[in-house]
T-cell receptor, first 112, second 114 residues
Framework: QQQVKQSPQSLIVQKGGISIINCAYE??????FPWYQQFPGKGPALLIA???DVSEKKEGRFTISFNKSAKQFSLHIMDSQPGDSATYFC???????????WGAGTKLIIKP | ETGVTQSPTHLIKTRGQQVTLRCSSQ?????VSWYQQALGQGPQFIFQ???????GRGNFPPRFSGLQFPNYSSELNVNALELDDSALYLC?????????????FGEGSRLTVL
């Protein structure tokens, strides 16, 4: 019940296309859902986060869609660029940044 | 503003040895969390320290222990190393225990156990 399941494991998208990464969770007590971006040799960095009182949050080219009833949330990257090539992790927690439960990650490659 | 720094960046140990990893938190942050990231996996929460006290622990055995110092820097100690302890150990700081804000990660310490 503590797991966060992330798909796909890897994703190749053409430059300018839309990248979509999905996550599902079981624990309905989760109330904080961040997405982190990790480049090789670097630590993860927060990209965008959402709480379950809204169904969508947009920051620039990055959008989180949240479906509380389905217990799913997704990251959409519009106009994907080669610089977006990285590993993306979804995560969930109760009460904020404490004890985040992470998905297994999606390796995104944007082809020029 | 200095970010989160970790040392050493890489180290190799043998089974049964002990290791200490160090983390300097970002200026103004009083909370440090440690995560273990196995190759190809997401990070797993080890524990969190807030104002020098352990503030929660994940599913890790007691041979994983930590400290936080008055300047909010932190150490992760692992005793009796096992092969499965090989991983990237990430330290993250934040301005509060559960502020809802982001975690600021260092670049990690990559531990190899032979």
């Amino acid at each position: 019940q503590q797991q966060v399941k992330q798909s796909p494991q890897s994703l190749i998208v053409q430059k300018g296309g839309i990248s979509i990464i999905n996550c599902a969770y079981e624990n309905t007590a989760f109330d904080y859902f961040p997405w982190y971006q990790q480049f090789p040799g670097k630590g993860p960095a927060l990209l965008i986060a959402i709480r379950p009182d809204v169904s969508e949050k947009k920051e620039g080219r990055f959008t989180i869609s949240f479906n509380k009833s389905a217990k799913q949330f997704s990251l959409h990257i519009m106009d994907s660029q080669p610089g977006d090539s990285a590993t993306y992790f979804c995560a969930a927690s109760i009460g904020g940044n404490y004890q985040l439960i992470w998905g297994a990650g999606t390796k995104l490659i944007i082809k020029p | 503003e200095t970010g989160v720094t970790q040392s050493p960046t890489h180290l190799i140990k043998t089974r049964g040895q002990q290791v200490t990893l160090r983390c300097s938190s970002q200026s103004g942050h009083n909370t440090v969390s440690w995560y273990q990231q196995a190759l190809g996996q997401g990070p797993q929460f080890i524990f969190q320290y807030y104002r020098e006290e352990e503030n929660g622990r994940g599913n890790f055995p007691p041979r994983f222990s930590g400290l936080q110092f008055p300047n909010y820097s932190s150490e992760l100690n692992v005793n009796a190393l096992e092969l499965d302890d090989s991983a990237l150990y990430l330290c993250a700081s934040s301005p509060g225990r559960s502020s809802g804000g982001e975690l600021f990660f260092g670049e990690g310490s990559r531990l190899t156990v032979l």
